[in-house]
């Protein structure tokens, strides 16, 4: 009886440890390519197996880049695994980090060794028990994993964690091998793709893990899966239907390569609401208004997530849109009257509105020239500016004359008769120079000074200077880039090897205190 007793005893506690035992799914790993004609014909009998055994596998497919030049959706990251497994020709599946039994004749045979080593693997208990589940809001994936050991796993197992996104079906990739519909095609990686480190497992304690990744920018097809096209993750997708993501986990063992447990993440449905609020910094530009699907939008209101909100903003007359920001940051390279937002979160949207300035300038007699430039570019009489603008004015008067006074919209700017004049516009601004001629100073003698080459590069030569005392050459802001007295040489060299290209005027000045300027050019 006793002895009864003990083997009950032994086969009910045997139970309790197969009872406690998680449910395993075979990871299936293929490193495949739509440029190889073996990838089809393995994939023929492979993807209908799958699918009906899918509760015995978890798949995850790396599309390669090659032969030829290989699959569209190659990426470094698929590249990363292949090299793990130093994978040299395709098709190549793995079942939980192993290869399957190589001695084939016929591609029903290999089938046959897959689907063996499948089950084979799948009636093994598991120890490392896997949940998961993720939601999405637009191009975003959350993921939770919670890992929860059955034994201790001491510090130095090299157990890694591979979170990943996979998408079901992909249609665009098709290329040489007369494939149209290709599954499971990885996306991104969501852990690096080497892996998260899990480090000392004690047993029956879940450690969870959250993970994010937004597929950025737009949809682009590579036109192959050489290494020049692959996607960029930074600012653009490969993602052909949102719709149809999943995401793939598993623990292996780096160093061994053997897969613990593999589960797919449990996609939790649930409808997110937003709310944008938008306004205007300065009421007196203009208004801003919203619309979600051509229908009005108040700012404020929650609405479901992923809707695009398209704003308009309408500038006051004399106005424009300086710039748009979202959430307190200045929108790169908009200031158009439009901005279309992607609802994935709460937000703040603002546009600032300028005034329009226009700027006229001119000289009040035909006795020289009057140039204006904005940072280093010429301008035009009569062009708009917005507020704040800084234009720097340069008079050339013609041999014999000289600046006599300078006026801002008919006013006349105090104690300056030199030839540069700097005003930062804040309204609508007109500006003259007026020249006087110079009276009882020959100068005649200026006039035969001949500047070369014009446009210039690395050098000035200046001849008939007998007669100049003084060369200063200025750039289109008004500053001094060189000057040199010359005490009345009859020629003289100048380096300008170290002018950056633009606008320039050279003065002369002789010794009677006469000057000539005139414009010259680095291409």
């Known amino acids: 009886m006793k002895k009864l007793l003990s083997l009950l005893t032994v086969i009910f506690c045997f139970v309790c440890v197969i009872a406690q035992t998680p449910e395993r799914k075979v990871l299936v790993e293929e490193f495949t390519s739509s440029t190889c004609g073996p990838c089809a014909q393995l994939n023929l009998l492979?993807?209908?197996?799958?699918?009906?055994?899918?509760?015995?596998?978890?798949?995850?497919?790396?599309?390669?880049?090659?032969?030829?030049?290989?699959?569209?959706?190659?990426?470094?990251?698929?590249?990363?695994?292949?090299?793990?497994?130093?994978?040299n020709a395709v098709p190549d599946p793995y079942l939980d980090g192993a290869a399957p039994n190589d001695n084939y004749q016929t591609y029903q045979q290999w089938m046959n060794n897959i689907a063996e080593a499948i089950n084979t693997a799948y009636s093994q208990p598991a120890y490392i028990e896997l949940t998961a589940?993720?939601?999405?809001?637009?191009?975003?994936?959350?993921?939770?994993?919670?890992?929860?050991?059955?034994?201790?796993?001491?510090?130095?197992?090299?157990?890694?964690?591979?979170?990943?996104?996979?998408?079901?079906?992909?249609?665009?990739?098709?290329?040489?091998?007369?494939?149209?519909?290709?599954?499971?095609?990885?996306?991104?990686?969501?852990?690096?793709?080497?892996?998260?480190?899990?480090?000392?497992?004690?047993?029956?304690?879940?450690?969870?893990?959250?993970?994010?990744?937004?597929?950025?920018?737009?949809?682009?097809?590579?036109?192959?899966?050489?290494?020049?096209n692959i996607i960029n993750h930074n600012i653009e997708h490969s993602v052909e239907d949102f719709d149809n993501l999943e995401v793939v986990v598993w623990v292996q063992n780096y160093s061994t390569k053997g897969v613990e447990n593999s589960c797919y993440a449990e996609k939790i449905e649930e409808t997110f609401m937003f709310a944008v609020d938008y306004n205007v910094t300065n009421t007196e530009g203009g208004t801003l208004s919203a619309t979600i699907n051509a229908a009005p939008y108040t700012s404020?209101?929650?609405?479901?997530?992923?809707?695009?909100?398209?704003?308009?903003?309408?500038?006051?007359?004399?106005?424009?849109?300086?710039?748009?920001?979202?959430?307190?940051?200045?929108?790169?390279?908009?200031?158009?009257?439009?901005?279309?937002?992607?609802?994935?979160e709460d937000a703040t949207v603002t546009v600032e509105f300028l005034k329009n300035a226009t700027l006229v300038f001119n000289p009040t007699t035909e006795n020289g020239e009057l140039i204006a430039t904005v940072e280093g570019n010429p301008i035009?009489?009569?062009?708009?500016?917005?507020?704040?603008?800084?234009?720097?004015?340069t008079a050339i008067p013609n041999e014999n004359f000289e600046v006599k006074e300078w006026k801002l919209n008919n006013e006349i700017v105090p104690d300056n008769n030199t030839n540069s004049y700097s005003l930062t516009i804040?309204?609508?601004?007109?500006?003259?120079?007026?020249?006087?001629?110079?009276?009882?100073?020959?100068?005649?003698?200026?006039?035969?000074?001949?500047?070369?080459?014009?446009?210039?590069?690395?050098?000035?030569?200046?001849?008939?200077?007998?007669?100049?005392?003084?060369?200063?050459?200025?750039?289109?802001?008004?500053?001094?880039?060189?000057?040199?007295?010359i005490n009345n040489k009859p020629s003289v060299v100048i380096s300008t090897e170290q002018f950056s290209s633009g606008l320039f005027f050279i003065t002369l000045t002789n010794n009677e205190g006469g000057t000539l300027t005139k414009k010259i050019i680095k291409p």
């Not at 035009?380 to 004015?393: A, K, L, N, Y």
């Open 46 to 87: 492979l993807n209908p197996w799958l699918e009906t055994n899918a509760e015995k596998v978890t798949v995850i497919k790396y599309q390669m880049s090659w032969p030829g030049t290989g699959d569209p959706y190659y990426t470094a990251e698929g590249g990363t695994r292949r090299s793990k497994y130093a994978v």
């Open 133 to 228: 589940s993720f939601y999405q809001v637009c191009h975003t994936i959350n993921a939770t994993v919670n890992i929860t050991p059955i034994n201790n796993y001491p510090e130095g197992n090299n157990l890694r964690l591979f979170v990943a996104i996979v998408e079901k079906e992909t249609y665009k990739n098709k290329k040489s091998n007369g494939e149209t519909v290709f599954h499971h095609v990885m996306k991104k990686f969501m852990t690096p793709a080497t892996g998260t480190v899990l480090g000392a497992l004690t047993a029956n304690e879940t450690i969870t893990q959250e993970f994010s990744w937004e597929f950025k920018g737009d949809y682009r097809l590579p036109i192959n899966g050489q290494n020049a």
């Open 300 to 344: 404020g209101t929650p609405a479901e997530a992923c809707n695009t909100v398209e704003f308009t903003a309408t500038p006051s007359e004399g106005f424009f849109v300086k710039n748009w920001k979202l959430n307190g940051e200045i929108i790169p390279d908009n200031n158009s009257n439009n901005y279309s937002l992607l609802l994935k």
């Open 380 to 393: 035009t009489s009569g062009d708009t500016f917005e507020t704040g603008t800084v234009v720097e004015f």
């Open 426 to 485: 804040e309204n609508d601004a007109t500006v003259t120079v007026e020249f006087v001629e110079i009276v009882g100073i020959e100068s005649n003698n200026l006039s035969i000074v001949e500047i070369s080459p014009n446009p210039f590069t690395h050098q000035l030569v200046i001849k008939n200077t007998q007669y100049v005392n003084t060369i200063t050459i200025t750039n289109s802001l008004g500053q001094i880039v060189k000057q040199e007295s």
